[in-house]
């Protein structure tokens, strides 16, 4: 069974932080260039699983986003924090290593303007084809019509 020790000693070459925010909870910060390594060490592995990629507007003050890779290992969690520019919103699509990242990418993408770079498909999954270009409802400074 891996550990989450063996887990941040296979990490640690493209972690710039860590911590255990809670028992068997590992979060890791890393740099997007480091994103697709990382992930590959935890693929190779074979016991951890992708379970979602959330995204976090830090808003417009911060001019970041934060993009987090969720991943378990049976009742054990990996968080992968990643920031971003939020102006140049782009990272590298791991869905070359987990494919059925897909999904999780297009959400993220569709919700915060966040660009995949290379993602297989960019097509929208939740908002309407005829919602506004540019508009991202989940960006804290999101001016959405109708919304009060």
């Not at 979060?27 to 994103?35: R, V, W, Y």
């Not at 993009?67 to 990643?82: E, I």
């Not at 999780?104 to 297989?120: A, K, L, N, Q, S």
Request: charged share 20%; glycine share 6%.
């Amino acid at each position: 069974m891996t550990t989450i020790q063996t887990i941040q000693d296979q990490l640690a070459p493209f972690l710039s932080e860590w911590g255990t925010p809670e028992p068997n909870h590992l979060a890791a910060i890393l740099s997007s260039e480091n994103l697709q390594d990382a992930v590959r060490v935890l693929y190779n592995d074979h016991q951890i699983y992708l379970i979602a990629i959330t995204g976090i507007d830090n808003g417009v003050e911060a001019n970041t986003f934060e993009v987090l890779y969720h991943f378990g290992m049976d009742a054990r969690v990996l968080t992968l924090r990643v920031t971003i520019d939020r102006v140049e919103a782009m990272i590298p699509s791991i869905c070359g290593i987990y494919p059925y990242a897909s999904p999780f990418e297009r959400e993220t993408g569709e919700m915060f303007g966040i660009t995949f770079v290379d993602t297989p498909d960019t097509t929208r999954l939740f908002l309407p084809d005829d919602w506004e270009e540019g508009s991202y409802p989940l960006r804290k400074d999101a001016e959405l019509k109708g919304v009060q």
